[in-house]
């Protein structure tokens, strides 16, 4: 599953619900989800790390949703070289 795709399900699940809630709302969610993740890393628990990642992703994709950002191609332009494929740069400012 690309990272496309899943956004793509994050909106097909969620945006009429984030929609309603608005951006700023969202994004409290997603600093919520970002404070558990610290909590799961000071856990030293591999299994809530793996899924407050994931909740942190998801609530990430579904900000960039309401927002109006497709996030594949804004790791295309920010990390990785032009051209086909993720042939990605040593350093995120080589150009």
Known sequence: MTLREVQELMREMFYE????????????????????????ILSNSREKVEEEIADVLAW????????????????????CRSGSGWV??????EK
């Open 60 to 79: 990430t994709l579904s900000l960039a949703n309401l927002l109006g950002v497709d996030v594949e191609s804004s790791i295309r332009r920010k990390y």
């Open 88 to 93: 990605c740069s040593p350093t995120p400012c």
């Open 17 to 40: 619900r984030d929609s309603a809630r608005g951006v700023y709302a969202t994004f409290a969610w997603l600093v919520e989800e970002v404070g558990e993740l610290a909590e799961a």
